[in-house]
């Protein structure tokens, strides 16, 4: 009788120790004498001891930090990046019978095509076009972790560390084209306003009496902005033009006087006198 209640209590003890509680975001890969038995769970599950193993995968995402990492771009040079990957576990089964160390190999995998795929890029790409940057990476380790039932959801850039002498550089060359781009908008601005005062001129020519009103309202504002002070007024020269006129006559009249009194005159009186006697 006793040895019945002892082999009861070895039976009960037996099966307690082979039942297993699987979370929902778990699962158990199950292995009866060293083969693979099947995945189990979630909830409770039977797996008898001494004879089977099981090992839980989680089926969560992982986020997964790729430290930084010495990259020479395409144009020599070089800079520090680092990045974060996003991933979980598709198929157990895979990543316990494939693979050793799933999300140690994937950290692995993950730096060495940072590496590779920031080489072949130039650095403005690398500042200006990291989507391209990020689809290309989780494209490459997505294939490359797929035989082991890893699924890479992104690979995202983080951080681009420079040099202290690139950035000095760029600092440099993001002035000078500010500048440049200041000078071009002078230059457009000055060509308008040329267009401009060119089309007024005509408008002017055509009506002579809006010269005279510009001139007025002219006069307005600096008495308006300059009271206080002596103003000068500008004469048209149109007003000087008969002045200058007059005086350049009387000058070329002076110079052609001495001229002209100079050659001796022919005299008839005398020859008609004569000519009677």
Same mark, same amino acid.
């Given at each position: ?93 895979? @990543?316990?019978?494939?693979? !050793? ?6 950290? /692995?995998? *993950?730096?060495?095509? =940072? &590496? ?77 306003? @040329?267009?401009?005062?060119? !089309? ?6 055509? /009506?002579? *009496?809006?010269?005279? =009103? &510009? ?63």
């Amino acid at each position: 009788m006793i040895a019945l209640w002892i082999a009861i209590g070895a039976v009960l003890a037996y099966a307690y120790g082979s039942l297993h509680i699987v979370k929902q975001y778990e699962r158990a890969v199950s292995f009866f004498l060293g083969k693979y038995w099947g995945t189990k769970g979630p909830g409770l599950i039977f797996v008898p001891a001494f004879f089977a193993k099981l090992q839980r995968v989680s089926l969560r995402i992982i986020a997964m930090d790729i430290p930084p990492q010495d990259v020479i771009t395409r144009d020599n040079v070089s800079v520090k990046v680092n990045a974060v990957l996003y991933m979980r576990v598709k198929h157990p089964d895979r @990543a316990v019978i494939e693979i !050793e160390n799933y999300i140690y190999a994937t950290s /692995q995998l *993950a730096q060495t095509t =940072l &590496r590779s795929v920031l080489g072949e890029v130039e650095l403005d790409e690398l500042l200006a076009d990291r989507e391209k940057i990020n689809g290309i990476l989780k494209q490459i380790v997505d294939e490359r972790t797929e035989p082991w039932g890893i699924e890479v959801s992104a690979v995202e850039v983080k951080d681009v560390d420079l040099p202290t002498e690139m950035k000095r550089a760029m600092a440099r060359q993001a002035e000078s084209e500010r500048e440049r781009r200041a000078k071009v908008i002078a230059a457009e601005g000055e060509y308008q306003a @040329a267009g401009k005062l060119a !089309e007024a001129a005509r408008v002017i020519g055509t /009506q002579p *009496a809006t010269l005279q =009103l &510009r001139y007025l309202q002219t006069l307005i504002e600096i008495a308006s902005e300059n009271n206080s002070r002596s103003i000068i007024i500008p004469v048209p020269l149109d007003l000087l033009t008969p002045f200058l006129d007059a005086a350049k006559k009387v000058a070329t009249g002076e110079k052609q006087l001495p001229a002209a009194t100079g050659t001796p005159l022919p005299s008839t009186a005398p020859a008609a006198s004569r000519q009677t006697a």
